[in-house]
C-alpha cells in the first residue's frame, strides 16, 4: 500500500509541476422551462455590450466582434441567420472587464527562527521563545491579462434562457484568451440542443 501512495505522490506531484497557470473558469445556468430541442435558429447580436469602466488596451472593439465572428462557426447545431426576427435565440455577449496588473512574485523565501528572552529572573535564569521570521530575497514581476466575458441567450419572448459565464487571466495576452473562451461558449451552447 505504501508503494502505490508513493507512486500517487510523484504522479500528483509531476502533474501540478507541469500543468499550466493559466486560470480559468466558467459558469453557466440554463433555464429549465426553455425547449432547446424545438429551436432551430439563433441570431448572434453584432452590438458588445460593454460593461462600465472597459477599456480595451490591446485590442479595439473591431477585433473582439471579429473574434466572435471567427468562432461562431463552432457552432454546429444551429443554424445563424442575419434577421433578429427570425431567430429562436439571440445571443448578447457582454464584456465584463477587460484589464491587467502586475504582479511581484518572490523567487526565494526562507524561514528563519529567532531567540528572544521572555523573562530573565534574579538569579539569572532565562526563558526563552522562538519565533519564525520569513526572509525573502531576489524575485521577479510578472505582468497578468484578465478578462470576463459573458454571453447571454434569450428566447423570442426576450426570456433569459441560457447564459454562460467566462473568466480568465494568465501572462498571456487577453485577446488570444478571448477567442478560447469564445470558441468554449459555442462549443458549451450546442450541448442544449
Do not use: H
Not at 16 to 34: D, M, Q, R, T
Not at 58 to 68: G, L, Q, R, T
Not at 164 to 175: A, I, M, S, T
Amino acid at each position: 500500500m505504501k508503494k502505490v501512495y508513493k507512486y500517487f505522490c510523484i504522479i500528483s506531484a509531476t502533474l501540478l509541476y507541469f500543468s499550466s497557470a493559466v486560470f480559468a473558469e466558467n459558469v453557466e445556468w440554463k433555464n429549465k422551462g426553455v425547449d432547446f430541442s424545438a429551436a432551430q435558429t439563433v441570431y448572434i447580436d453584432p452590438n458588445i455590450e460593454y460593461y462600465p469602466g472597459t477599456i480595451l488596451f490591446d485590442v479595439d472593439k473591431a477585433n473582439v466582434a471579429n473574434a466572435i465572428k471567427e468562432n461562431k462557426k463552432q457552432l454546429k447545431k444551429y443554424k445563424i441567420v442575419s434577421n433578429k426576427e427570425m431567430a429562436d435565440f439571440v445571443i448578447v455577449p457582454s464584456i465584463v472587464e477587460w484589464s491587467s496588473r502586475d504582479e511581484y512574485v518572490p523567487q526565494k523565501s526562507e524561514v528563519k527562527w529567532t531567540t528572544v528572552v521572555d523573562y530573565e529572573d534574579e538569579y539569572g535564569n532565562k526563558a526563552y521563545s522562538k519565533y519564525p521570521e520569513l526572509s525573502v530575497s531576489g524575485g521577479y514581476r510578472k505582468y497578468i491579462q484578465f478578462f470576463t466575458v459573458k454571453f447571454t441567450v434569450y428566447d423570442k419572448d426576450n426570456y433569459t434562457a441560457y447564459v454562460y459565464v467566462d473568466r480568465r487571466e494568465d501572462e498571456k495576452e487577453n485577446k488570444n484568451m478571448f477567442e478560447r473562451a469564445v470558441k468554449n461558449f459555442f462549443k458549451e451552447f450546442n450541448k442544449t440542443k
